[in-house]
């Protein structure tokens, strides 16, 4: 029997799960297909109903049923149940676990990718959103020292450093603008842009949240958008000297962890970043 494996959000044009997963799949040789599974709000109990059945493995999840799909499965992972958000679900004889990979995906990025070790670091998150939230999650585990939140809405960064805050862990949070983050930018360790500006079909695809004279050459910039692979705030960065990273990596890391989850298997991480290269630069 052919297993089943697949992503579910809404809409899915522009998802490279299929390509890195099936990739995966068959250079371990395992009988299995990854497909776009489209699904909107109202047909997402349904799908993951489906995920019940002995010839499904599990799925991704991405947005907007990050949240949604907590009520829907019987269990979470640390991570799922702490950030509140379940990226990833794994089928085991009819029961539904919940897991968050993007989390530890963001950290090995980090680590890997970049050589950037996050622990005693002082990081600005550009953004209080779902992407947001694995991200300043994962870094508070990892160890930084200082976390200060920018976004639009300064009410909701608030809230997000509200549940972040435990022990002498106090994240901060200003207002987007120019003036609020010349305070804090030029003396950051690590920059993360978690919105969509300067995303490939996005509001702002030309947009950059931080320009390059606010950057210190010996930050690390990195960009949860992967699309494209160079986004205007990386290359402002790279305009500083600072050193730049896209969020390819975290894409790939995350679903390493998850095809482990489903498989038991090694995932050959080699092919998964070549094949979700490939399909980037054809896209």
């Not at 679900?89 to 980090?110: P, S």
Request: proline share 6%; glycine share 10%; charged share 20%.
């Amino acid at each position: 029997m052919t297993a089943r494996l697949g992503i579910l959000g809404y809409p899915l044009g522009h998802t490279l799960s299929p390509v890195m997963h099936t990739a995966a799949l068959v250079k371990l040789g395992i009988d299995a297909t990854f497909e776009a599974w489209p699904t909107p709000p109202d047909r997402l109990a349904e799908a993951v109903l489906k995920l019940r059945s002995p010839d499904h493995l599990g799925a991704s999840v991405t947005l907007p049923h990050k949240q949604a799909v907590i009520a829907l499965v019987d269990s979470l992972d640390d991570w799922a149940s702490e950030i509140g958000a379940v990226n990833c679900i794994v089928n085991r004889e009819g029961k539904l676990r919940g897991y968050n990979t993007d989390a530890g995906g963001f950290i090995r990025a980090l680590r890997e990718e970049a050589a950037f070790d996050p622990a005693g670091s002082s990081v600005v998150m550009i953004g209080a959103g779902g992407a947001a939230r694995a991200a300043a999650f994962a870094l508070r585990r990892a160890g930084v020292q200082r976390l200060t939140i920018a976004n639009r809405t300064v009410a909701r960064a608030r809230a997000l450093g509200d549940e972040l805050r435990r022990g002498r862990f106090r994240p901060s949070a200003i207002e987007l603008t120019r003036d609020a983050l010349a305070d804090v930018v030029p003396y950051a360790d690590l920059i993360v842009n978690a919105t969509s500006v300067g995303m490939s079909g996005g509001a702002a695809p030309t947009a950059s949240p931080v320009s390059a004279d606010l950057i210190s050459d010996r930050a690390l910039a990195y960009d949860l958008v992967y699309s494209p692979p160079v986004t205007p705030f990386l290359r402002e960065a790279e305009r500083a000297g600072a050193r730049a990273v896209g969020g390819l990596s975290m894409l790939v890391y995350q679903g390493v962890e998850a095809f482990a989850l489903w498989t038991g298997r090694e995932p050959p991480v080699d092919v998964m970043f070549a094949a979700a290269r490939g399909a980037l630069k054809h896209a």
